[in-house]
């Protein structure tokens, strides 16, 4: 992963408001997401360097709300959480190299 890493959004009444992103020192994409009053609020989505997603979440007003779902570096999916107004509510198993599976 890159040492460097930049982002671009805005700031109102020193908060982070509306879309933003995150780049690795190459240029590609890292992070998407969206802010409002400061808070996470919507879909964010950040990225391996090769361009894959890593990591599906979503937010309502600052709370984990809905799937978030996590990737390998070849773009499979590996875990999915779901959440509801900030609480964990249910937990897939978890894929790990060699085909075993976790489950809480």
């Keep these: 992963m890159s040492d460097s890493y ?5 700031y109102v009444d020193g ?3 509306g879309e933003w ?3 690795f020192s190459n240029g590609k994409i890292a992070f998407e997401g969206s802010y409002f009053d400061g808070n996470q609020n ?3 989505r950040s990225y391996y360097e ?4 890593r990591e599906l979440r979503n937010y309502t ?6 799937e978030w ?9 590996i875990l999915t959480t779901t959440y509801l107004a900030g609480e964990e509510i249910k937990f897939d198993g978890s894929k790990f190299p060699g ?5 809480k």
Excluded: C, I, M, R
């Design 42 to 44: 919507g879909e964010h």
């Design 61 to 66: 007003s600052g709370l984990a709300d809905g």
């Design 99 to 103: 085909g075993k599976y976790f489950f």
């Design 21 to 23: 992103k995150g780049y």
């Design 69 to 77: 779902k996590s990737y390998d570096v070849t773009g499979e999916l």
């Design 50 to 53: 090769n361009g894959k997603t």
């Design 6 to 10: 930049t982002s671009q959004g805005e």
């Design 15 to 17: 908060q982070p408001t």
